[in-house]
């Protein structure tokens, strides 16, 4: 191994040995002077520019590229993307959706065959961080250098322990040392092994870089968990405790709990048993991280704020409107609060603030990075100071319905008999089996058109179908247009919608406050764009503040009925409107049908009637996590459209999640 090689993992060892619990600051520093240190470039002619369109144009076709990856490129790096990959072609490996051996091909067409080496550093740095930002998009925030190791050897880096040293070294990788904690009652043998396991990383010092227990991080997500730990020490060392309203009932677990902890937590808690918190402390804001959250709140009499608003917003702390009143921050079906918003959202807690984090562990998580919620609810270390707060609200199953999702939660699936209730008549869950794609999507039709609204009365956007997917054949687009021809006929005057159609916002909408996963009907369609109307609570909004910390500006976040926000406007104009107009180009990029709804879409809402879908195309993919996000939506009624075979049940008995590996729980300790 290259001396200086052997030196860079030297000055790696110190590092994760002296800052077990932090980022390599000094790497940092010299990643941010890189950056900021660059050269300002002439102002470039229009001359300029074309020859450098036209130079990277053709590298790309000579690389084989598909059609608009230049717009994509010039996007990302700007005007002079042809010269910065010159100098380093595998940047474009930092533009969405491209992929080693696109960057690797690209790099022959810039440096020629000669030129590009699959050990020149320029590219193992760039491919360290592509797969890492590859295990985030996954949902992990931190990678196992052994993972790591291995994955750049399967990319021909010849020496991934180097280039892991040099990735670690120039501020691209983060390394931490994962804590091994250590049983005080533990016997002689299991010290004696990680005492061995120890000095064999004083013997060997590469052995560091491709250790399992060494994690590597993105800048971005190791200082976002450094932050989610620092904010969740300060809220469970200060608390002060707070009287509840004196008509509450104080001895409940939940209420005694919350007004003696700075930061607890409550599993098992639906939007019904969040009642008497909120009766004890009447002036707490309560949020929640989904739309589909947002209207079981709404349906059950409770205002509730976008944790994804609140999250976005710059202000200084979320204080109450009435001085006196008791600081709660009520966060329900927390398990659905992303790492990022979840941190930005802590943070702006003021002093003294108690918060309520309510959610279920078992279930689907966030779509995004990081397991705030099952990290917390895992800490249990005495130098931290123990477990924080935290109950579980438990509730005896009264039908087919609750007994299906109580068995799948605990890794089975029940016998048909007991769905059928104990006369054997009941209908509360049907399990209708089906062998292709094509009879998948005729049963559901059948369910949602005739079965469930001749049998329950059920009808209209009291039926919500579900799938573990958009794509494929018994994805939700499919499923969502077999179910417009169905049940809204028409050309798709605009964007493929018409007047009547179900929608769905598609992702954020920022301009008028939509985050993503409202629901609405389109009740005017015509070729220059759509009108939809809105389902209750969700609004376009267009002037919104929050209150502040005294000295702290107002700054805009969405209107609330709790008190501590308030809406502002300009003369008569509405400041909230549920009716909300989308031009024809906007409406194909924003929209989606909605009468079918993917998992992740569908998590924290609930309908009287449900149809689940699993098809075989979906079945690999399926987990304990997934099928209970499902089964658990219906209120009255759930349909099961089975197509997935034993491996169904495979994954409910053996597969509780997607594995996600963070760092949060090592942070907390430190």
């Given at each position: 191994m290259p001396d200086a090689v052997a030196g860079q993992e030297s000055a790696v060892q110190d590092s994760i040995a002296?800052?077990?619990?932090?980022?390599?600051?000094?790497?940092?520093?010299?990643?941010?002077?890189?950056r900021s240190d660059e050269e300002a470039r002439p102002e470039r002619t229009e001359q300029d520019q074309a020859v450098s369109d036209q130079q990277l144009a053709a590298w790309l076709s000579a690389a084989g590229a598909p059609p608009g990856m230049a717009d994509r490129i010039t996007a990302l790096l700007g005007p002079g993307a042809a010269e910065q990959l010159r100098e380093n072609p595998w940047l474009i490996l930092d533009v969405p959706g491209t992929v080693p051996a696109a960057a690797d091909a690209v790099a022959v067409s810039v440096l020629g065959p000669d030129g590009a080496q699959h050990d020149d550093q320029r590219r193992t740095r760039a491919l360290a961080g592509w797969l890492l930002r590859r295990a985030a998009h996954r949902g992990s925030t931190a990678l196992g250098a052994d993972l790591l190791a291995d994955e750049l050897k399967q990319l021909s880096v010849t020496d991934p322990a180097g280039a892991i040293a040099d990735a670690i070294e120039t501020g691209q990788v983060h390394a931490f040392a994962e804590p091994v904690a250590l049983d005080a009652d533990s016997g002689d043998e299991e010290?004696?092994?990680?005492?061995?396991?120890?000095?064999?990383?004083?013997?060997?010092?590469?052995?560091?870089?491709?250790?399992?227990?060494?994690?590597?991080?993105?800048?971005?997500?190791?200082f976002i968990e450094q932050a989610a730990a620092e904010v969740v020490q300060r809220l469970f060392a200060t608390p002060e405790p707070v009287e509840p309203d004196p008509a509450a009932d104080a001895d409940l677990p939940l209420v005694a709990m919350v007004a003696e902890g700075g930061l607890s937590l409550a599993t098992g808690v639906d939007a019904a048993a969040l009642g008497p918190v909120l009766t004890a402390f009447p002036h707490a804001l309560v949020t929640a991280p989904s739309a589909a959250s947002l209207r079981t709140l709404h349906e059950a009499g409770i205002a509730a704020v976008d944790s994804r608003a609140l999250a976005a917003a710059e202000y200084a702390a979320l204080v109450p409107a009435d001085e006196g009143a008791t600081p709660l921050l009520v966060v329900a079906d927390a398990h659905l609060l992303s790492l990022e918003a979840g941190t930005a959202l802590l943070e702006a807690s003021a002093e003294?603030?108690?918060?309520?984090?309510?959610?279920?562990?078992?279930?689907?998580?966030?779509?995004?990075?990081?397991?705030?919620f099952r990290d917390v609810l895992e800490i249990d270390e005495p130098e931290f100071g123990g477990k924080l707060p935290r109950t579980a609200v438990k509730r005896r199953p009264t039908g087919p319905l609750s007994a299906l999702a109580e068995a799948v939660r605990y890794g089975g699936l029940p016998p048909r008999e007991l769905l059928q209730g104990p006369d054997g008549q009941s209908k509360e869950v049907v399990i209708v089996t089906v062998k292709d794609p094509q009879e998948a999507i005729g049963r559901t039709l059948q369910l949602v058109v005739d079965s469930i609204p001749r049998t329950f009365q059920f009808t209209g956007p009291d039926v919500q179908v579900v799938a573990p997917r958009a794509d494929g054949p018994v994805g939700t687009l499919a499923l969502n247009a077999a179910l417009k021809s169905r049940l809204n006929p028409g050309p798709g005057r605009c964007a493929g919608f018409d007047s009547g159609d179900r929608v769905v916002v598609a992702g954020p909408v920022a301009e008028v406050g939509l985050y993503g996963g409202e629901t609405g009907v389109v009740i005017a369609a015509d070729a220059d764009g759509l009108t939809v109307h809105l389902d209750p609570p969700h609004a376009i909004r267009r002037s919104r503040t929050v209150s502040a910390e005294a000295g702290a500006p107002a700054e805009t976040v969405p209107e609330t009925e709790t008190g501590a926000v308030?809406?502002?406007?300009?003369?008569?104009?509405?400041?909230?409107?549920?009716e909300w107009r989308v031009d024809a180009a906007d409406a194909a990029r924003d929209l989606r049908h909605s009468w079918a709804l993917t998992a992740r879409e569908a998590q924290g809402g609930r309908w009287p009637a449900v149809v689940a879908v699993f098809d075989g195309g979906s079945a690999a993919g399926l987990t304990r996590a997934l099928v209970l996000g499902m089964v658990s939506l219906a209120t009255g009624h759930l349909s099961v459209v089975h197509g997935a075979g034993?491996?169904?049940?495979?994954?409910?008995?053996?597969?509780?999640?997607q594995p996600r590996r963070t760092r949060l729980r090592h942070a907390l300790r430190d």
């Open positions: 002296k800052q077990p619990g932090a980022p390599d600051i000094a790497a940092l520093a010299a990643a941010a002077s890189a010290n004696e092994d990680f005492e061995e396991l120890d000095d064999a990383d004083d013997d060997d010092p590469a052995a560091l870089l491709t250790s399992p227990r060494t994690m590597l991080c993105l800048e971005r997500w190791a003294g603030t108690h918060v309520l984090l309510a959610g279920d562990p078992v279930s689907l998580g966030s779509n995004e990075p990081g397991a705030l308030t809406e502002t406007g300009n003369g008569d104009e509405p400041k909230s409107e549920t034993g491996m169904l049940a495979k994954a409910v008995e053996t597969i509780p999640d």
